[in-house]
């Protein structure tokens, strides 16, 4: 069982690394299917583990130049307020049904950034403000009610609304994960007990994988890192809407 937390682990860090994202998709479901926790407590879990991961892979990206503080901080800042704000609607609405919600808009998002041409490096100075606050508030959003860190909607926010280059975005987007995963943990605090032991676990090995990860982001071209990433969100928006679209059918 150690082993296959280890294992586990490292992918998240991994995901995390190299795309800016995938931390918690990967980590509740496996959380869940795998270790045998409860939805409610692997998104408290997801949160403490996402974030921690994230926070190690945003500074390895920091010393490769690969993040904007300016960017990162008033998108974060304003996510972390809409999270902890939102975190009590996941009790309102059945969490297949969120899923399935979010598992469309993971497609919508993952076909803009297929057709998307890269060309030259984008200009994100001349972007409103305000098009970073209202992002940010929307990852939020999301991030309070299914727990998740929102890198799958960061990353395609930094890209296709801020216009800054992919490398950047991943950097970038995890500064906002651990901000946002942070509030949603205050946010959920209390509801469900916590296993030191497995977070430690998780978070060690993912050490690891976003090492690696940042490493490899930085050696991939944008355009390639960009296809990649709306692929890993094209299987894994097809894996929710197949097991959650079942749980409502039922």
Do not use: C
């Not at 940042?214 to 929710?240: D, M």
């Amino acid at each position: 069982m150690v082993l296959l937390e280890l294992a586990i682990g490292f992918a998240i860090g991994l995901s995390l690394g190299l795309l800016g994202g995938g931390g918690s998709i990967l980590t509740v479901p496996a959380l869940v299917y795998l270790l045998g926790q409860s939805p409610q407590s692997a998104v408290t879990t997801s949160l403490a583990i996402v974030g921690a991961n994230s926070l190690v892979g945003a500074s390895i990206h920091r010393t490769q130049g690969t993040l904007d503080w300016t960017v990162a901080l008033p998108f974060g800042s304003v996510g972390m307020l809409a999270a902890y704000l939102s975190s009590g609607i996941s009790r309102l609405l059945p969490l297949s049904l969120l899923l399935v919600f979010f598992a469309l808009l993971m497609l919508v998002v993952s076909l803009l950034m297929l057709a998307r041409k890269v060309t030259a490096t984008p200009d994100h100075s001349a972007r409103p403000f305000w098009v970073i606050l209202v992002a940010g508030a929307g990852v939020g959003l999301l991030t309070g009610i299914l727990g998740v860190g929102g890198g799958f909607l960061i990353v395609p926010a930094l890209v296709l609304l801020v216009g800054l280059p992919m490398q950047a975005a991943v950097g970038t987007s995890l500064v906002v994960i651990a901000m946002n995963s942070l509030a949603g943990l205050i946010g959920h605090w209390g509801e469900e007990s916590l296993d030191p032991i497995l977070i430690i676990i998780f978070v060690l090995a993912g050490l690891a994988g976003a090492w690696l990860g940042s490493r490899l982001s930085r050696r991939i071209p944008a355009q390639k890192l960009e296809r990649i990433f709306a692929i890993f969100i094209i299987l894994l928006a097809i894996f929710l809407l197949v097991d959650n679209v079942q749980k409502l059918l039922v």
